[in-house]
């Protein structure tokens, strides 16, 4: 068997070198237009950081595990073709700013019916707005020189950070198909890849369009929890509760459950913000505004808490940080990625500039480049912005630290040192609640938390 992988970003990489390394019989190619990430991916220093992934693709790579750039030979040559291309938001058009941009799945869709001469499988792995399978199926029914297709959808749950022991040993594998002979004989197969390492009954099989929105329902129910705990956040600021408490405290409900309670600056990522504008845009072309609204509201609780986090530096530092210095420690949307997408430090930067801070910025996994174009636009640069290579250079003669990402290192720095090599009144706000805000404020911190 052969499998084809379009897309070699932070889905398509992972999941394939999985694959690849639990099914030593599968010759699996992964396949980008972007060739300095083809490369990079097969080089020593790949082009994603994920703990784990090293060692995978080690293992598998050069033996049934490849990376190319040749997309047309690639598919021409495989069985199934796992479609993992970027389905960015709009940013123009019709459904601008929450509608999916789907002009790279169809340009994949009409690149696999050009030059497929044998029957294909093809999995949707992108996240997806619901009914997209139908917009493939007729792509290839209209360009096709009959070749048989089968599409399903596959989507991926994987967080980015624990993406290899995610994909080890996943909570479900969820497979939707057309309910057809020929599309059962699909889904078995696909079935049977990963059957290989997860246990049967944690694959679960569905009709196209139950899969393809589950992705889209999962991702909104995770963000809800999120923005719930967040918007409580305020409200412990306001009354003297900690918000850790009451999360415990709540947690401890079975029906509840404890995970994905904790407070923070805002959540980020390349999933949660996009899936759930998405059912929004989806909830009101069927004509369903307070479905709509009702899920929206997750989106803009989510960006009162980013404002809120900038809001609170300001105000605490006297109500102005015009040239103070203001180190922020993190820049990617969660620890243990170098992922920057929609994370929460972007716009705390970009609040900070605009009140005319000199902002500092370090993470041990963002490149400099890349927290500049992120925070500026391509190419641009600002001199109040500039990135530190450790936590200590990015604090000297601070007036601020904002902790933004959560990364492990932040937690056992010397903060005493700290301390004594920053403006006075030096303070500290925890975005993530890692840090024992008593203990700072021994020290001499003026220390705030989120929700505490
Ligand atoms: C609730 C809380 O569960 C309990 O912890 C608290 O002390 C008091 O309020 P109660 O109102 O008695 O208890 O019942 P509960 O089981 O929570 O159900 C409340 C309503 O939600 C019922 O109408 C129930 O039918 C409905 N419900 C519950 C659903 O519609 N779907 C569900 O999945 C669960
Ligand atoms: C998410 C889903 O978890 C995953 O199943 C899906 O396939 C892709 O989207 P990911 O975006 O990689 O994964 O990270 P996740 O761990 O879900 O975190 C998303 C954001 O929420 C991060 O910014 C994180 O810091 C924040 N978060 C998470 C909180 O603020 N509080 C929490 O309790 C959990
Ligand atoms: P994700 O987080 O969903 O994996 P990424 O942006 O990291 O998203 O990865 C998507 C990849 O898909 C990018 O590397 C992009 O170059 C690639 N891609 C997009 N369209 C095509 C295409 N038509 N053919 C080949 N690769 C493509």
Known sequence: MKICCIGAGYVGGPTMAVIAL??????????????????????????????????????????????????????????????????????????????????????????IAEVSTTPKIIVEKSTIPVKTAETIQQILAANTSGAKFQVLSNPEFLAEGTAVPDLFNP???????ERTPEGDAAVETLVSVYARWVPRERIITTNLWSSELSKLVANAFLAQRISSINAISALCEATGADVDEVANAIGKDSRIGPKFLKASVGFGGSCFQKDILNLVYLC???????????????????????RRFSARILKSLFNTV???????????????????????????????????????????????????????????????LTVATSAYEAALDAHAIAIVTEWDEFKTLDYTKIFADMHKPASLFDGRNIVDLAKLRAIGFRAHGIGR
Not at 36 to 64: C, F, M, Q
Not at 70 to 75: E, S
Not at 171 to 177: E, S
Not at 296 to 303: F, H, L
Request: charged share 25%.
């Open 171 to 177: 909570d479900r594998v969820l497979i939707g198909g």
């Open 322 to 384: 015009a040239d103070k210095r203001i180190a922020v420690f993190g820049f990617a949307f969660k620890k243990d990625t170098n992922d920057t997408r929609e994370s929460a430090a972007i716009n705390v930067v970009r609040d900070l500039l605009a009140e005319h801070a000199n902002v500092v910025v370090y993470d041990p996994k963002v490149p400099a480049a890349e927290i500049m174009s992120d925070v500026l636009g391509k190419g641009e640069t600002n001199p109040r």
């Open 284 to 306: 009101e072309s069927f004509g369903l505004p307070e479905v709509a609204a009702y899920w929206n509201q997750v989106v803009s609780m989510n960006d009162y808490q980013k």
């Open 22 to 111: 639990k099914a030593p019989d599968i010759q699996v190619t992964v396949v980008d237009m972007n060739a300095a990430r083809i490369a990079a991916w097969n080089s020593d220093t790949l082009p994603i950081y994920e703990p784990g992934l090293d060692d995978v693709v080690k293992e598998a790579r050069g033996r049934n595990l490849f990376f190319s750039t040749d997309v047309k030979a690639t598919i021409a040559a495989a069985d199934i073709i796992f479609v993992s291309v970027n389905t960015p938001t709009k940013t123009y058009g019709v459904g601008s700013g929450r509608a999916a941009d789907l002009r790279y799945i169809e340009s994949v869709a009409r690149t």
